[in-house]
């Protein structure tokens, strides 16, 4: 929900505040109520150096920002959800006097969040999941035979409840009312008539409206409902914006249900618990809370590369940007490259996946990490279960790609399901020079290599099997790059290097090459901008022999996920449907909704702290353009790349229409159970011999074609 009750919160917010100290009266606590945490967090006043050197910090980084013009409106079919002036806004948050640093916080927090996009935010780790709110009772969108659709209580709900927050169940049990107290897991499956009084929807689309990340609209509310992710060692719960929140700003919610087998409505008010969160240091205080998680920490800010004590206090660390990337955990080695990667204040999901709703059979040996593979029932239909297109080693994630693909033909398999479900997308490494005699780029390579693979050779995927992309050309970039033109970079170790990149014909600059020029003028939305020309793509020729046909045909091919597939995950998505015609679904989501099977597109996207490494090791801090650093322990992302469309070559993919092709209803024996939904899938988009049209509209609800 994120603060979906503006007048409760306005009445709550500063409750506590007469407390001698409101921090020392959680600390060394697991649990607390969220009214407790907000105590602590609003005690803090607002500092106006501090609230100055942020708006700094953001003001000067944005310039480096492709999409801040396009986002003060964008194009159609996203008009009526991306239409935030940052700038605008930033000039009014440094105007307006707060009561407290948190309240600052939250208005710049949600400002960004307007931008709906998942790359673009500003995160602090003194306030966001500091304390994560839970409730026991996920929801999920269900349709049933007539095609009705109703919000319910997930079915696994006490299941998971009862694994993840086994210290707090009995809190919630007690918290029941009447007859119900102690029937926790009675909840488990019900009819959710109300939320707060009002009909579920209306909390669903505020939900939507500020929990950011995505541009669509339909992705926005299903982000609301439960869901699963593949993760690096294990299948995950995605908890969903009413179950958790990154905030302690609601302290109940009233649902009005009605229970399965029963006739009769009842009405439930469930507290929020908050529980600390994994980036919390220990402390005693108000004085060591400030100081043990809002001060900068080593990797808030950028370093000199060509400063041996800087570097190796930088590979000592884990910067905070890590705790607030879409992916898993990457390797300290791996962290000295630029990532792609959405950023978000909500933690990846550590709620394991209940052993009822795995999927079976048992993946296939060659599985690795985030990529599981399956054979159905069928025996003609795999499924490749992407979780991410991030890995611990680029190149065993590559190879088991191909031999997992590979081993599905082997057994018989003619159709592939890719699952890409709450995928955040792929995380675009390079490895430079001190690392590898070779250049490269590593995981929106990824996207590349897993497209050339399935499609085979043709140019689609050969040179390359991406899109074409530019970069902003502000003043201050111009000026890093001709710091490196005149031998700023010896070793090659930056981002703006022009050898790290090539021009539209896909060859590398030299060293030499002012890259960002000339440069593009374009006028956007009534503001003047700068970009480079046209940039290709630096995957191929890949370090690993492709086969030299295709493995599957794209007609038997089918991409799903719940709409939350962004980055690299949005890149693989639009070239296999756009070029290669793919079919695409999204799974759940309300059918009035246009669905989109994929947002956040991007090219490449970095963080404040990497921008400011290529500010630094090219001795430009003391340009009148140039950011200071944070003196909080807050990370800004931005998109550094912007990739141009297919169907409009000349505009911006990010800004273009991705309709799923398919929008397939959940129900009580499908949802959140991979297995099923692949099976569900494959019989609804699939034609086949053995599955009759008349015996598949009997074993299957009708599902919504050209969504």
Request: charged letters at 15%; glycine letters at 6%.
């Amino acid at each position: 929900m994120l603060g979906l009750i503006p007048v409760l919160i306005a009445l709550t917010i500063h409750s506590g505040v007469g407390a001698a100290d409101p921090c020392a009266a959680i600390a060394g606590k697991k649990w607390i109520s969220p009214q407790e945490a907000r105590s602590c967090m609003f005690s803090f006043p607002i500092e106006e150096d501090i609230k100055d050197n942020i708006i700094q910090v953001v003001n000067k980084t944005l310039p480096f920002h492709t999409s801040v013009n396009y986002q003060i409106l964008a194009p159609p079919p996203y008009d009526k959800y991306v239409h935030e002036d940052i700038a605008a806004d930033l000039a009014r948050i440094k105007e307006t006097s707060y009561t407290s640093d948190f309240d600052f916080h939250i208005d710049l927090y949600r400002s960004f969040r307007r931008l709906n996009d998942g790359h673009c935010v500003i995160l602090n780790l003194c306030y966001d999941s500091l304390y994560i709110s839970y409730l026991p009772t996920p929801l999920v969108l269900l349709t049933a035979e007539n095609g009705s659709q109703n919000v319910h209580v997930a079915p696994e709900a006490f299941t998971i409840a009862s694994a993840e927050f086994p210290d707090q169940i009995d809190f919630w049990q007690d918290s029941l009312p009447g007859d119900l107290k102690g029937q926790l897991a009675s909840l488990s499956g019900a009819k959710v008539l109300e939320i707060n009084g009002q009909d579920p929807f209306i909390l669903v689309n505020e939900n939507a409206e500020i929990t950011g990340g995505y541009q669509a609209f339909g992705t926005r509310q299903n982000s609301f409902f439960s869901s699963y992710s593949r993760g690096a060692k294990s299948w995950s719960y995605v908890m969903g914006n009413f179950a958790q929140q990154i905030h302690p700003l609601d302290d109940f919610v009233e649902l009005t249900i009605q229970r399965i087998n029963s006739s009769v409505v009842e009405q439930v008010t469930i507290p929020y618990r908050s529980r600390i969160g994994s980036t919390v240091r220990n402390f005693t205080d108000s004085a060591s809370y400030r100081a043990n998680m809002c001060t900068n920490v080593t990797g808030t800010n950028g370093f000199n590369v060509y400063d041996l004590g800087s570097v190796h206090a930088q590979q000592q660390a884990v910067p905070p940007v890590a705790y607030l990337e879409q992916q898993p955990m990457i390797s300290r080695q791996d962290r000295k490259h630029p990532i792609n990667v959405m950023l978000d204040a909500t933690p990846l999901s550590d709620v394991d996946l209940p052993e009822e709703l795995l999927p079976l059979p048992v993946a296939l040996n060659e599985s690795y990490s985030v990529a599981q593979f399956y054979l159905l029932n069928d025996n003609i239909t795999g499924v490749l279960a992407l979780g991410s297109f991030s890995a611990a080693n680029f190149t065993a994630f590559m190879g088991s790609l191909l031999d997992g693909l590979q081993e599905l033909k082997s057994l018989g398999a003619t159709h592939l399901v890719v699952d890409v479900t709450n995928n955040g997308g792929g995380k675009c490494a390079f490895i430079s020079k001190d690392l590898s005699s070779k250049f490269r780029l590593g995981y929106i390579c990824i996207a590349h290599w897993l497209h050339r693979i399935l499609i085979g050779p043709k140019n689609t995927t050969e040179p390359q099997a991406g899109l074409y992309t530019c970069t902003r050309a502000g003043s201050l970039a111009q000026e890093i790059v001709e710091s490196i033109n005149k031998g700023g970079d010896p070793e090659a170790l930056l981002s703006y290097n022009p050898s790290q990149w090539r021009n539209s014909s896909n060859l590398p600059f030299s060293v030499q090459s002012h890259w960002l020029r000339p440069t593009v003028n374009l006028t956007i939305n009534g503001h003047d901008d700068a970009f480079s020309p046209r940039l290709g793509a630096e995957c191929q020729p890949f370090e690993m022999t492709p086969p030299e046909e295709g493995l599957f045909n794209p007609e038997n091919i089918v991409i799903i996920s719940n709409g939350r597939c962004g980055s690299s995950c949005s890149l693989f998505s639009i070239t296999m449907s756009k070029h290669e015609g793919v079919k695409t679904v999204v799974v759940g989501g309300h059918k009035d909704t246009p669905q989109q099977y994929c947002g956040v597109v991007g090219g490449q996207s970095t963080h404040f702290a990497e921008i400011d490494t290529e500010i630094k090791s090219t001795y430009l801090k003391n340009h009148t353009l140039a950011p200071p650093d944070f003196k909080t322990n807050s990370v800004l992302g931005i998109t550094w790349r912007l990739a141009f469309g297919i169907d409009n070559p000349e505009e911006p993919e990010e800004w273009q229409d991705h309709p799923a092709d398919f929008n397939l209803p959940l129900t009580m024996d499908i949802v959140n159970k991979p297995s099923a939904i692949w099976e569900y899938t494959a019989n609804m988009v699939f034609p086949s011999e053995v599955v009759t049209d008349e015996a598949r509209t009997q074993a299957y609800l009708p599902y919504w074609a050209g969504v």
